[in-house]
């Protein structure tokens, strides 16, 4: 389902950008505001791999290996870049001005172009991260 959505809003972004007019700033932060929206519950999942991971890495499971102690600075970076990720959405979720009036119409399109390309930024790290934190969940069979 996630990348569905993911495919859609790609689709979505393309059709968007594709037109020959220029988008006006409206539907620039509507998509803005979308992709914000599907963020947070990414970040629900961001939060709970993080957790999982917190766990594993004090588990048995990590004591047993013959190589423990790097699989358990595999998992502290991965929890790190799992707390970066989770910043990045918070500090653009502080700076973000969702009534942005500028002086101009052009201005206003400027501002959210701007904004579109910082959340991108933050959606690629949470796919990244999450993708890699999975993939480790799931090598360690934790559900």
Known sequence: MNRLNILLLSIAT???????????????RQEVLN????????????????????KLLVSDQIKLSSDSAVQKQKI???ITRLNAADEKMMDWMHFFKDDFKGK???????????EMVKIRAVEDSYIKVMRESDSLLNAYQVK
């Open 14 to 28: 393309a059709l968007l950008f594709s037109c020959k007019t220029e988008p006006d700033s409206k539907a620039i």
């Open 35 to 54: 992709i914000h929206d599907k963020l947070m519950i990414d970040g629900e999942k961001v939060v709970k791999n993080k957790m999982k991971l917190d």
């Open 76 to 78: 502290s970076d991965l």
């Open 104 to 114: 101009t119409a052009q201005e206003d399109l400027n501002y959210y172009k701007s």
